[in-house]
């Protein structure tokens, strides 16, 4: 029962941030971080409502989601951890989104992984680095945009927003910063490729998700407040 109260209690957070900022809380989705925890406390997750999934290593999420798929019509699993190039084609052929295209090299093995989607291409998101040294992600949005200009010449591949991680700190300040960064590059990629829908902006962990939202994150990434620390 842990999970559904968890999940329950986020999701009353949610709607009442919304509330109190004017936004339509169907607006967002709720992501269950299940990396690093296993098939019993995703089952838990799955049957208080959550259906979508975020994994950071591809052959983890093989591992664990092959057979749970097939059992759970119209669940969505996103790659959310960093790619290596040389899992491009695993991943491409097994998650619904990859959401951290961080580099203009990952851009173009995966739109060549891709190659044969053109009729569904794979939706991917851009990782923008907002300032932590440690973080991948495209580092500034003439690095983003190039990255962006390389994956539309792919039609495997179907760009639709960004993502980023805040710093971890107890500091509200530098944490809206690095949110009202990702904003800013969303409005110039709307500038300079207005033919694109840019609507979704993946920011938002256990810690910081309310923030997140008052600053405009569509997709919240929620593990420890869901699941608990790792068992």
């Not at 979508?52 to 790659?79: C, D, I, N, W, Y």
């Not at 097994?94 to 295209?101: A, H, Q, R, V």
């Not at 173009?108 to 907002?130: D, H, M, Q, T, Y």
Request: aromatic share 6%; glycine share 10%.
């Amino acid at each position: 029962m842990a999970i559904y109260d968890n999940v329950r209690r986020i999701r009353d957070e949610l709607s009442e941030t919304c509330l109190r900022v004017g936004r339509d809380p169907d607006e967002i989705s709720l992501m269950a971080v299940s990396k690093f925890h296993e098939a019993p406390l995703i089952e838990e997750a799955a049957a208080a409502g959550i259906r979508l999934f975020g994994e950071s290593r591809v052959q983890e999420a093989l591992r664990k989601f092959t057979t749970f798929r097939q059992t759970r019509p119209g669940m969505e699993l996103h790659l959310i951890g960093g790619l290596q190039r040389n899992k491009a084609r695993a991943a491409a052929g097994f998650f619904d989104c990859i959401e951290t295209l961080d580099r203009l090299e990952l851009v173009r093995e995966l739109g060549r992984a891709c190659g044969g989607r053109a009729a569904s291409p794979l939706p991917v998101l851009f990782e923008l680095n907002v300032g932590e040294e440690s973080k991948s992600g495209f580092t500034d949005e003439d690095a983003l945009c190039a990255g962006v200009e390389a994956a539309l010449g792919f039609e495997g591949l179907l760009p639709c927003g960004l993502m980023t991680m805040a710093p971890f700190t107890g500091d509200e300040k530098p944490i809206r910063a690095a949110f009202g960064k990702l904003v800013k590059a969303q409005a110039r990629l709307r500038r300079t490729f207005p033919d694109r829908a840019w609507d979704c902006l993946s920011m938002g962990m256990s810690g910081d998700f309310k923030i997140a939202i008052e600053e405009g994150s569509t997709l919240l990434r929620i593990g420890t407040a869901i699941f608990g620390d790792r068992r």
